[in-house]
């Protein structure tokens, strides 16, 4: 008897002398050719010693009319409202039709026998290692190049074989969700159009002009950042743009996190009860960065959580210190004229004295979650001004303690102390799926645009905290929106908290929606590039020339491009994304129901 022996790599299997990989056809191009199998088990990568086999897997479609299910419904509902007039030629789009209809047939029970759910999976072997990672490469090249979204199934390539044989198990299928087909097209193997009832994950971002197909984009696949950057003048669709891919990201299972600047997210943070977080300066409230948040470890039983995640939770909570101190400075930095190198340097002596007095030390984390109060913004504003007057000559940078107190005195003692009088924590919106902290309410007060981006450092903590938390407990991926970013981040030490995020966000599911009105200081700025490079997609609306120029220059763009974005109808955008193969571009529209569009597009105003 032959016993064959199993090596269970990541990405393949090495099973006796042959290696075997498994890929799973996740989505498909807008349309496919009728020989779509035969040129899977006979394209270029099928090189003499590899065999490839495609399986074909039909099961009756099970769909839940859950809630995001009635939010797309009800989207594609306003959709073909927005078509009705009272012109006979206008017509809505056919697949939005058919998509209404199918979701009917599964909210009212009559879809039994009408519908299945389709996967195809691709096999590829060989005993030749050479001959099999060629082929690997060129059919992961030629069909991700042709538009299909293919899954290595990393860590599931077992499971993955064990599907692709005709009587194999259905675990994989269970874990990634199958394209709804009716049963014609079941009959013809053509995937339906995207923007139907089949495209069951993505966040709609644009209808693109050449052929007016809608154009998704699914912001949990893949290991790379998934951050975002809109540009554009005051007027062109950016603001609209953002509040639409908010909206979008809340039906696809997000939690948000909204810095806003204008008021602009009332009406959807009441309509999906979010939680809307007053910090203007009439308020008093704000986050107090002085207070180190509690562990993450305290929350769960680590004995719950696999390897890798236990690992990820002590290591989020070991950085809760040094958070804490990176978000006093940034909060200072806005509150002093110029923080020099002696008041910051006052500042951080006396924010450790006032931890250390408390049992709070920096080498023992056990220590971290103590609550004191002669902890917090008031006593630290206290402890500089003491520092400042004391004869001790053991306490150093006092002209720094002195110079400082006297910048911060009017936010503490002076007209504007109550600005921070009432201090907030975190208990409130770990359960919120929307969080919209209102940090200014006037465009033209410069004052109030500064308080704005105090809060706002401050609620950035905050944030960051329930983010961690969210993907250690494996609770929900996460987004934070800055709009209108060059009026609330003018100092250097106001980046640090925004720079964390878009960088280390994507280690725990997050991404990061910036818009700017002037996207150049970000390249007067240090770190800014790094926001920049490390941002995956840009949505370029109308711009001044001179901006455009510039900008084209630091991001090496191609000159139609260039050209393209000098032309750009009104209201539509560039869409650049970051490729492996180079960068991507193409040009959108946002195409929303007029009622829609009414709410998303309300900016500042008298009205």
């Not at 907030?424 to 969080?435: G, T």
């Not at 709009?483 to 640090?496: C, G, M, N, V």
Request: hydrophobic share 35%; glycine share 6%.
């Amino acid at each position: 008897m032959i016993k064959n022996t199993v090596k269970v790599k990541p990405k393949h299997l090495e099973i006796n002398d042959s290696f075997v990989k498994t890929f799973l056809i996740k989505d498909f191009p807008q349309s496919v050719t009728a020989n779509l199998m035969y040129s899977i088990t006979h394209g270029e990568h099928v090189i003499p010693g590899v065999s490839v086999i495609c399986g074909e897997h039909f099961k009756p479609a099970e769909v839940k009319f859950d809630q995001k299910m009635k939010w797309k419904m009800d989207r594609i509902q306003r959709n073909l409202e927005a078509y009705k007039t009272k012109n006979l030629s206008d017509k809505g789009r056919e697949e939005e039709e058919k998509a209404l209809n199918a979701l009917l047939y599964f909210r009212d029970g009559t879809s039994k026998g009408r519908y299945a759910d389709f996967w195809v999976t691709v096999t590829i072997a060989s005993n030749n290692q050479k001959a099999f990672k060629e082929s690997v490469r060129k059919f992961k090249d030629d069909f991700e190049f042709k538009g299909f979204i293919l899954d290595d199934l990393t860590n599931e390539q077992h499971s993955g074989l064990d599907a692709a044989w005709i009587a194999g198990g259905d675990e994989l299928f269970k874990r990634h969700p199958g394209r709804i087909l009716d049963l014609n097209a079941v009959g013809a193997v053509y995937p339906m159009l995207d923007g139907s009832i089949s495209d069951a994950f993505g966040t709609y971002i644009g209808h693109r002009i050449y052929d007016n197909s809608m154009v998704y984009k699914d912001y949990k696949r893949g290991e790379d950042n998934q951050n975002q950057i809109f540009v554009g003048l005051s007027g062109e669709g950016k603001s609209t743009a953002i509040k639409g891919h908010s909206e979008g990201l809340l039906e696809e299972g997000f939690k948000l996190y909204v810095y806003d600047v204008d008021g602009e997210y009332r009406a959807l943070c009441k309509k999906v009860k979010g939680e809307w977080v007053d910090l203007t300066e009439g308020s008093g409230k704000y986050v107090d960065p002085t207070i180190i948040e509690r562990a993450i470890e305290e929350e769960m039983e680590l004995g719950m959580l696999d390897k890798a995640s236990q690992e990820v939770a002590r290591e989020a909570d070991m950085a809760r210190y040094n958070e804490a101190t990176v978000n006093t400075r940034a909060t200072f930095s806005l509150l002093s004229e110029n923080l020099t190198v002696k008041k910051r340097n006052a500042l951080e002596y006396a924010l450790m004295k006032m931890w250390g007095d408390a049992g709070i030390r920096k080498k023992d984390p056990r220590t971290w979650n103590k609550r004191d109060p002669d902890v917090g913004l008031h006593p630290l504003y206290e402890r500089i001004k003491k520092n400042a007057k004391s004869t001790d000559s053991s306490i150093p940078f006092k002209d720094g303690a002195a110079e400082l107190a006297e910048d911060i005195w009017s936010f503490f003692e002076g007209p504007n102390s109550d600005l921070f009088a009432q201090a907030q924590d975190s208990d409130w919106i770990r359960n919120k799926k929307l969080v919209v902290y209102h940090v200014a309410s006037s465009v033209e007060n410069e004052f109030d645009q500064s308080i704005g981006a105090i809060k706002i450092v401050m609620a950035t903590g905050l944030s960051w905290q329930q983010i961690k938390r969210d993907r250690i407990k494996k609770q929900h991926y996460s987004a934070e929106v800055y709009d209108e970013l060059q009026r609330l981040i003018r100092k250097q030490y106001a980046w640090p908290p925004l720079y964390r995020s878009v960088t280390t966000g994507r280690k725990f599911n997050d991404m990061v929606l910036m818009g700017f009105n002037d996207p150049s200081i970000l390249f007067n700025t240090e770190g800014g590039q790094g926001i920049w490079d490390n941002t995956k997609y840009k949505f370029f609306f109308a711009l001044e020339r001179d901006k455009i120029e510039k900008l084209a220059g630091n991001a090496d763009m191609p000159r139609e491009v260039i050209e393209a974005w000098l032309n750009l109808p009104k209201y539509s955008f560039i869409y650049r994304e970051k490729s492996s193969r180079g960068d991507l571009y193409d040009i959108l529209r946002l195409k929303l129901p007029d009622s829609e569009f009414r709410q998303l597009s309300k900016t500042r105003g008298l009205a």
